[in-house]
C-alpha cells in the first residue's frame, strides 16, 4: 500500500509563489507517473500537471508558462512550483500516482491541500 502526503499550500496574494511536495511511502515502482490535480468548488477534479519516471512532462493549458513539475525517483517525492498564481488557481490541490499498464497496477491519490490565491 502506497500513501501519498501532501504539503505547502496556504494562501498567497495574486502573482504570488507557492511549492507543493507530494511524499509516497511505500514501494513507488519504475513507471508511475505521479501527477497534481485540482479541484475548485462546484468543479470537476482536473489535470494540472503530470510527469513519469523517466521526466517526460504534460501540462494543461492553464498551467504552462507559470507551474513546473519535478520528481526526484530516490525520494519517492514529486513537486509542483507555481508562479504567478492567480485567483482562478485556487482549489484543493490533489497529488496522484498511477501504474496503469505494467503490474503491479494501482491508482493512489493524498488527501489534498489547499490553496487560496486572494489579496
Known amino acids: 500500500q502506497v500513501q501519498l502526503v501532501e504539503s505547502g499550500g496556504g494562501l498567497v496574494q495574486p502573482g504570488g509563489s507557492l511549492s507543493l511536495s507530494c511524499a509516497a511511502s511505500g514501494n513507488i515502482f519504475s513507471g508511475t507517473i505521479m501527477g497534481w490535480y485540482r479541484q475548485a468548488p462546484g468543479k470537476q477534479r482536473e489535470l494540472v500537471a503530470a510527469?513519469?519516471?523517466?521526466?517526460?512532462?504534460n501540462y494543461a493549458d492553464a498551467a504552462k508558462g507559470r507551474f513546473t513539475i519535478s520528481r526526484d525517483n530516490a525520494k519517492n517525492t514529486a513537486y509542483l512550483q507555481m508562479n504567478s498564481l492567480k485567483p482562478e488557481d485556487t482549489a484543493v490541490y490533489y497529488c496522484n500516482a498511477k501504474r496503469l499498464i505494467l503490474n503491479p497496477r494501482y491508482d493512489y491519490w493524498g488527501q489534498g491541500t489547499q490553496v487560496t490565491v486572494s489579496s
Open positions: 510527469i513519469t519516471s523517466g521526466g517526460n512532462t
